[in-house]
């Protein structure tokens, strides 16, 4: 202790004296100093370039951990073109050996076949040659082409072929966004114009390889909410013009714990009208659509209801449940919520009755006389979800009688437009410099890995000389 109250006694003393506090004066003003001129120079770009190293020195340190799936692609040919291919070719090729290239690849029935050279013109100019190649792209249905989409100078875009130009399943967008140094370090999923969406020449093809189509591999990605958008009025028993009150429950179970959030009573009149929208496409408020806050009541923000949007309109209930978290998180995103069970009960009171039906706790003026369940378990290696709606069991019967034994529900976020393929999760490219500087309405891009490209050549392939 004597130590600590000489130190103490010490520490007094110097601060009594004025130079103390010039020392701290000065130590602020350098220390601030170097924080402002640090973060001075990064917000200008000056130290993008060490920023970058930094990142590459980091990025190729790493070991490359694919787990259990690593997969050695042998089943991906690429053949190029080297000096002495132009030498005896030409270049660019012409349109009827780009013809007789692509019929060879075809014939050995790849399942798909990426063209990585621009034709957006014929090749010679004078265009005798082109219905080589036009012949080879109509009868070859998994050929990919490419273009090159210029939203900063529109006319500078790259076209693919005239005879598949507006072909969505065949014209793929080729551009990388490359960073300050001109180096790539994303490849690009896809982005939009204001003529939809670009797939790129990757996802064009790992979507044939799949065997989908590309935008079945848009998903939405997992959101604040749980959308059901379509409980039709005939299978549930309803008519024009019912009254029905409306709550929801939601039970978070972990570890046996319990966790249950309660809404207000929400009414709304069951309705054949349909929705009317604005000349921009948007829904115009009525009283078919009813919003119901509800505030941050429990511990698990996924679990944590904080509206509810009822819309009847077409004959049709739709139900929009927003959380403060995730909605039904999907176990490979949230890893966090394996365990969890979250039940989301849609109590309808049909008859608008408070004495029938289900009387659920802690909700007055309610008695449920129909149930629409979704029940989201977060498992290790999947999630188990259900969506039901029934009649709950009462006076009139011992169990829940059935109504509706599966309908369509999801997690959705505001912004529906995310990717995801497997676990990745990808969010806006919001670069400032490369081809969509400025004008991009949102690209999606991912980090590339830089894989060793075996050149294949010329002479040595199915073509050879
Ligand atoms: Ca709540
Ligand atoms: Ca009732």
């Known amino acids: 202790m004597k130590i600590i109250q000489d130190w103490q006694a010490a520490i007094w003393k110097r601060m009594s004296k004025g130079a103390f506090w010039v020392d701290v004066l000065v130590a602020l003003v350098v220390g601030g100093g170097i924080f402002w001129a640090v973060n001075k120079l990064r917000t200008n770009g000056y130290i993008v370039t060490q920023e970058l190293q930094h990142h590459d020195f980091l990025h190729l340190r790493q070991k490359p ?24 070719f030409g270049w660019p090729l012409q349109d009827d050996t780009v013809a007789q290239i692509l019929g060879k690849i075809a014939s050995l029935k790849p399942a798909a076949i990426a063209l990585d050279l621009y034709r957006d013109m014929p090749v010679p100019k004078r265009g005798d040659l082109i219905h080589y190649l036009n012949e080879v792209l109509t009868n070859n249905a998994n050929i990919i082409t490419i273009s090159q989409i210029d939203l900063k100078e529109p006319e500078l875009t790259i076209k693919p072929p005239a005879v598949l130009q507006g072909n969505a399943l065949r014209v793929a967008e080729n551009s990388f966004a490359s960073d300050p140094d001109l180096k790539i370090r994303r490849g690009m999923l896809y982005f939009y114009s204001d003529a939809g969406i670009h797939p790129s020449l990757a996802i064009q093809m790992a979507s044939r390889y799949i065997g989908k189509n590309w935008w079945e591999l848009l998903v939405a990605a997992p959101g604040p909410i749980l959308k059901i958008p379509s409980l039709p009025f005939q299978s549930l028993g309803l008519t024009n013009g019912q009254q029905i009150a409306m709550a929801v429950v939601q039970k978070t179970t972990r570890d046996q714990a319990v966790e249950i959030d309660n809404t207000e009573v929400i009414k709304f009149v069951a309705s054949d009208n349909p929705l009317q929208y604005s000349e921009e496409g948007e829904v115009i408020p009525s009283t078919n659509i009813i919003e119901l806050l509800d505030g941050g009541d429990v511990g698990d923000s996924n679990g944590d209801i904080t509206s509810v949007t009822v819309t009847t309109a077409d004959g049709v209930l739709a139900v929009d449940t927003r959380v403060s978290g995730v909605a039904l998180p999907p176990f490979d995103w949230y890893p ?36 629409a369940r979704v029940i989201c378990k977060v498992g290790e290696t999947e999630n188990v979800e259900s969506g039901t709606v029934f009649r709950p069991a009462g006076e009139n019967s011992a169990t829940n009688e059935i109504v509706m034994p599966d309908f369509a529900f999801g997690s959705v976020r505001d912004d ?14 919001d670069g400032d410099r490369g081809p969509y500087s400025g004008t991009d309405a949102g690209g999606y891009t991912y980090a590339w890995i830089t894989a060793a490209r075996v050149p294949i050549n010329f002479r040595g392939s199915p073509f050879g000389p």
Do not use: C
Request: hydrophobic share 40%; charged share 25%.
């Open 65 to 88: 951990d694919f787990g259990t799936k690593m997969i050695t692609h042998t089943n991906v040919v690429i053949i190029g073109a080297d000096e002495w291919d132009i030498q005896r």
């Open 336 to 371: 966090e919520a394996i365990g969890v069970e979250y039940e989301f009960s849609i109590l309808l009171d049909t008859d608008n009755d408070p004495s029938t039906g289900l009387k659920p706790d802690g909700i007055d003026g309610l008695g449920a006389d129909l149930v």
């Open 416 to 429: 529906l437009s995310e990717l995801k393929i497997g676990k990745a999760l990808f969010t806006k490219f």
